[in-house]
Structures are given as C-alpha cells and as structure tokens.
Nanobody, 119 residues
C-alpha cells in the first residue's frame, strides 16, 4: 500500500502564492506518475498537474504558466508551487500516485488539503 500526506493548503489573497507538498510512503515501486487534482464544491475532480517518473510534466490549461509541479525522488515527495492564485483556484487539492500493475494502472489518493483564494 501507499500513504500520501498533503500539506501546505490555506487561505491566501488573489495574486498570492502557496506551495503544496505531498509525502509518499509505503510500497514505492513501479510508480508511473504522481500529481495533483482538485475538486471545487459542486464540481468533479479535475487534473491540475502530473509528473512522470521520468520527469515529464503535464498541466491543465487553466494553470499553465502559474503552477509548477516538481518532485524530490530521494524524499518521495511531490510539490505544487502555485503563483498568481485566482479565486477560481479555490478547491480541495488531492495528491495522486499512480502505480503500474499487471492489471493496469492503480491510483492512490491523499486526504486532500484545502486552498481558499479570496478576491
């Protein structure tokens, strides 16, 4: 199993910055990618950014140029630097780890950290 613990959420004014961290522990093998997703009230969970084991990144169009995902493999930690935050970035942010198995990809999720951006 894999455990994911997020931190770094909070309340910030529009235009401000936050840095989210996600520390992974447990069975850390066959990791395909790690990433961040978010869910605002009344909305479905959506992809924010992902980073593969090889370092390739992918971003939602809405956060390109403002958010940066990175990872520290030695610490099994993934980060999300969020700059120029907007009220529409308000959501619960979830860390995701995707593992490759013989039966396909398996997802693990953290408990979520809330980000609130005030106007």
């Amino acid at each position: 199993q894999v455990q994911l613990v997020e931190s770094g959420g909070g309340l910030v004014q529009a235009g401000g910055s936050l840095r989210l961290s996600c520390a992974a522990s447990g069975s850390m093998f066959s990791i395909n990618a790690m990433g961040w997703y978010r869910q605002a009230p009344g909305n479905q969970r959506e992809l924010v950014a992902t980073i593969t084991s090889g370092g390739n990144t992918n971003y939602a169009d809405s956060v390109k140029g403002r958010f940066t995902i990175s990872r520290d493999n030695a610490k099994n930690t993934v980060y999300l630097q969020m700059n120029s935050l907007k009220p529409e970035d308000t959501a619960v942010y979830y860390c995701n780890l995707q593992r490759a198995t013989d039966w396909g990809l398996k997802d693990f999720w953290g408990q979520g950290t809330r980000v609130t951006v005030s106007s």
